[in-house]
């Protein structure tokens, strides 16, 4: 989403962008314990690149590692006051801090709405701000109207027939869509789509595209 502003209607022919060091999907696991380690949400990683070094060292040191403001300054050999300062000027970014994931039913009804080609029923699980972005793909839609005016052109209509796989993805909930093309073929892996709930509804849908993503997950390369 830094690459540009959002597009209010739907994109045709969106080509991926190369020059980007894209961050990607990771999974997690239910685990409660491993839930706590992993979720460090993509929004906290985003932020963190455009902090300072001294800030994101001391962010990373204090939220993600559970050291002190004292042993930070140790370790960076600083004193315990630049530290609280570096920790206080980024606190902007504190707010998207690890948090564990939270599962939500909108997740299964999202995908039977995908699968069923079901626009009615997508508009009632997205919140009227949602954001959807595809990366590699540099567009992104912004608000209910814009995400849906994609959602019908491609997802829903024109791409093929979807099946999904739920998992969990940087913390919160996700599904892997299968999509087949071709009447009769196999469901091929296409996008690992995060999902970021609020108030039972889905505020912020992130589609990770690409085949090579879904092995990190375990998964298969095609359903039958």
Known sequence: MDLG??????????????????L??????????????????LAFVA???????NQRAALVLFEVLGFSAAEIASILGTSAAS??????????????????PTRVRTLASDARALERGDADALVALLTEDVTWSMPPMPHWYRGIDAAMSFAR????????????RIVGANGLPAAASYLRSTPGGAFESWSINVLRPRDRRIAEITSFVGRERFAVFGLPDALD
């Open 24 to 41: 990607g999907p990771y999974p997690t696991g239910p685990d409660a314990r491993a839930e706590q380690r992993e979720a460090v949400e």
């Open 153 to 164: 052109r491609y997802p829903l209509a024109s791409c093929g027939s979807w099946r999904h």
């Open 83 to 100: 530290v609280n300062s570096a920790l206080e000027r980024g606190v902007w970014c504190r707010r998207g801090s690890p948090r564990r």
């Open 5 to 22: 502003p959002s597009s209010e209607h739907v994109v045709a022919g969106d080509a991926p962008r190369t020059d980007v060091a894209w």
């Open 47 to 53: 932020a963190l690149q455009h902090l300072p070094g």
